[in-house]
């Protein structure tokens, strides 16, 4: 089985955000970028499907400027095979990566495409559903557990009110949740290897898609600031002032 | 001008969601019209007639819509948008998994979780955590919109809105329900709960997180939620999880306890109207938002509080 992973590079989700004073979007110059986490998730699960071996082949893709090839060499590192990077310094949209990730499947014929759930600068969480329509395939979103089973894929999904288990017929988009696993560190001599391993370059015209985008942003602004309220002595203080609020 | 709006329901009853979404689907403006799909859903579209605003009910039963899942949904409604400007979705699991089907089907740009909209082409959404709120406008012919529920207040519900069954052959697709592992509870619903009680990781275990977290929410009548090392670590399920990647919350009284207020978990709770952050640490960040904070171990105050109740 051979499985394609996205991979986006977003902010460390250890750093807090600053907006721009002109308010056109969230300042990142000299800000520390990672691997967004659920992609790191997505990564260890097709490596755990190769090294359990039921995949045969990781490729990781990247639609983001050229420091992206960073990410991408995290993710060899991590045990994938090999890198695709489209390169572009504009904002792709979900809607423009669905398009050019529903192009390279066309070309990779992956039996597996797996996704985070959410990127976590955007928010968005759509990226995988879309790719999913684009391609008439089946999806497993929020995924806690993946397992093969008679033929099918059955993909375990943290819904609103517990789980839930659906069983696509491949080939089939995954997108992960926090607990499908916990992503490994690469080591020093798989970040070495990983150096070799091959990545190619393109741009988003070699798939001619268009990633023209489709909302303006209007402003970006910070959100309203909570004041910090007070300290109390004790437990009845505590009581006393929700009773006071009208909390209790 | 028409918005239609999808329901989020258990066939038994409509998602208090669903309601909220409504109320932003009016302010968009035009007629409103709610689907209501599923499998024995005549209950939860009995409840959507009621919505005030709504012009009538869509309702279809069929067994692959039971569980809504996405593609058989994206079948459902993909063919319908001929006749509506937008589609608002609640941004629950449900809706985050259906919408951007459609989006991409209608080759439109998501609105994802919408906290306000301006006229019908401009949204407003938080984006990193909630540390920043985006304004954008949206050049789409027609909008595919998820609604964040605490962001809106629920319609109220004294209509009769005519109810409409329509129906179709949604499956069965290469998508299949095999299970569900549903939460049992009395309480109330996490995003619709007046108060909630939420444990962190310093409880330590599953059966502490019992002991301490549970009947202090008995005692206040609330919802429990956790952090998400306390859900990592198996101390509570899944869906108890509030924050970025949990459930977005907002209610009058939100207990952190042993909580250490990461970003992440603000996210999902700043908005609540009163705060109490109880953590042994005094530099925690939970204070930062917390109206009254309580600096003490947990196993100690909690047990005190609940006493004094
Ligand atoms: C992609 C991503 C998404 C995430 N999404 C979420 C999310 O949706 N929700 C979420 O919550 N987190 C999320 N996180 C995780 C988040 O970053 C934090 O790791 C998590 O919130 C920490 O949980 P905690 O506060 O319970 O644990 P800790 O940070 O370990 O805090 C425990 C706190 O308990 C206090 N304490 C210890 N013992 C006692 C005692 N006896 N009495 C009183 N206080 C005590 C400590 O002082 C400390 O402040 C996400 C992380 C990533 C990377
Ligand atoms: N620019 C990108 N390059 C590669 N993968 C991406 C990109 N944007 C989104 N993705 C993938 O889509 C997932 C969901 O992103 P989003 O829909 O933006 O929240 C991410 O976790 C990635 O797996």
């Known amino acids: 089985m051979k499985v394609l992973v996205p991979v986006k590079r ?16 969230v300042d990142l110059t000299n800000v520390k970028m990672s691997m967004n986490p659920f992609d790191e998730i997505s990564v260890e699960e097709a490596v755990r499907m ?11 893709v990247s639609i983001g400027p050229q420091q992206a090839t960073e990410t991408l060499r995290t993710a060899l590192a991590m045990g994938a095979d090999r890198g695709i990077l489209v390169k572009t310094d504009d904002n792709a949209e979900p809607l423009g990566v669905a398009k050019i990730l529903e192009k390279i499947v066309g070309e990779e014929s992956p039996d597996l495409v797996i996704l985070g759930k959410q990127a976590i600068d955007d928010d968005s969480n ?11 395939w089946p999806q497993g979103t929020f995924a806690s557990e993946v397992k093969s089973e008679d033929g099918k894929i059955h993909v375990t999904r943290e819904v609103d009110g517990g789980l839930q288990t659906v069983a696509l017929e491949g080939p089939a988009i995954v997108t992960t949740d926090l607990r ?12 070495m290897k990983a150096k070799k391993k091959p990545i190619d370059e393109k741009s988003p015209a070699d798939y001619g898609v268009d990633l023209a985008p489709r909302l303006t942003v209007v402003k970006v602004t910070e959100p309203p600031v909570r004041e910090a309220g007070e300290k109390v002595e004790d437990v009845q203080t505590l009581i006393e002032k929700l009773k006071t609020a009208g909390a209790l | 001008m028409a918005v239609l709006v999808l329901a989020d329901h258990s066939n038994d009853a409509l998602s208090d969601s669903t309601n909220k979404t409504v109320t932003a689907a009016a302010k968009f403006g035009g007629e409103v019209d709610v689907m209501v799909a599923g499998e024995g859903a005549a209950n939860a579209a009995a409840e959507a007639a009621k919505i005030d605003g ?10 692959p819509l039971k569980k809504q899942l996405a ?3 994206e079948a459902l409604i993909v063919p319908l948008m001929d006749r509506y400007d937008a589609l608002f979705v609640p941004a629950t699991t449900m809706g985050k998994n259906v919408a951007p089907r459609i989006a991409a089907k209608l080759d439109v740009m998501q609105l994802s979780d919408i906290i306000g909209l301006e006229g019908q082409d401009t949204f407003v959404r938080p984006i990193y955590a909630g540390n920043a709120i985006m304004t954008v406008k949206s050049s789409d012919a027609k909008k595919v919109v998820t ?20 129906s179709g052959d949604y499956g069965p697709g290469k998508s299949q329900f095999v299970s569900e592992e549903m939460t049992e509870s009395d309480r109330p619903e996490l995003t619709a709960a007046k108060r909630i009680v939420s444990g962190g990781r310093a409880l330590g275990s599953d059966a502490e997180f019992q002991k301490y977290i549970e009947p202090l929410a008995d005692k206040l009548g609330a919802a429990v939620g956790a952090s998400r090392a306390a859900v990592d670590a198996g101390y509570a399920p899944n869906d108890y999880q509030v924050g970025q990647t949990g459930k977005i919350v907002a209610p009058e009284l939100y207990v952190a306890v042993g909580i250490s ?6 996210a999902g709770m700043k908005d609540s109207k009163i705060i109490v952050a109880i953590n042994k640490d005094e530099e925690a960040p939970i204070f930062q938002v917390a109206d009254y904070g309580l600096v003490a171990d947990l196993f100690n105050a909690v047990p005190e509080l609940i006493e004094a109740l």
Do not use: C, W
């Open chain 2, 261 to 266: 207020g990461a970003i992440q978990h603000l």
């Open chain 2, 71 to 73: 593609e058989a949904m």
């Open chain 1, 126 to 136: 759509q990226t995988g559903q879309m790719l999913a329509a684009l391609l008439g």
């Open chain 2, 54 to 63: 709504v012009r009538k009910v869509l309702h279809v039963e069929s067994a």
């Open chain 1, 10 to 25: 977003v902010i460390d989700y250890n750093v807090k955000p600053r907006v721009k004073a002109d308010q056109t979007g």
């Open chain 1, 50 to 60: 190769k090294e359990g071996g039921s995949a045969s082949e990781i490729v990781v």
């Open chain 1, 180 to 191: 499908l696993n916990e992503p490994r560190y690469a080591s020093l001599p798989n970040i």
């Open chain 2, 147 to 166: 609604v964040r529920g605490t962001a809106f207040d629920a319609a109220g519900t004294s209509n009769s809105a005519p109810v409409e069954q329509i």
